[in-house]
């Protein structure tokens, strides 16, 4: 069965950085769309960073777009989110999302059907 195993969350102060990790496993699929997507208290899921695997095109959030990127290593099916100038606004609790085919909305949560556990992102000012 498909399992998103997320890692790497924490509490940094404005201006740090931290990188998320997420390994996807459980399913032979080798093209696939997955990315990051967070939801802050009170607030719907947003999509900040997505990935399509079977042509290495990436989507980026407007919100984050300079600061945020996004890496996927093929062999060990493995995503990562390397987050650098946080800001509070970025506080979240950031899921990996996974998508067995290539997204028509890549950053649309709706579109995505596994989800990792989630981990805590704070960021202080």
């Known amino acids: 069965q498909v399992q998103l195993v997320e890692s790497g969350g924490g509490s940094v102060q404005a201006g740090g950085s931290l990188r998320l990790s997420c390994v996807f496993s459980g399913h032979p699929a080798i093209n696939y769309a997955m990315g990051w997507f967070r939801q802050a208290p009170g607030k719907k899921r947003e999509g900040v960073a997505t990935i399509y695997t079977g042509t290495g095109s990436t989507y980026i959030a407007d919100s984050v777009k300079g600061r945020f990127a996004i890496s996927h290593d093929n062999s060990k099916k493995a995503l990562s989110l390397q987050m650098n100038n946080l800001e509070p606004e970025d506080t979240a609790m950031y899921y990996c999302?996974?998508?067995?085919?290539?997204?028509?909305?890549?950053?649309?949560?709706?579109?995505?059907?596994?989800w990792g556990q989630g981990t805590q992102v704070t960021v202080s000012s």
């Open positions: 999302g996974l998508y067995l085919s290539r997204a028509v909305r890549p950053l649309e949560p709706g579109e995505y059907n596994y």
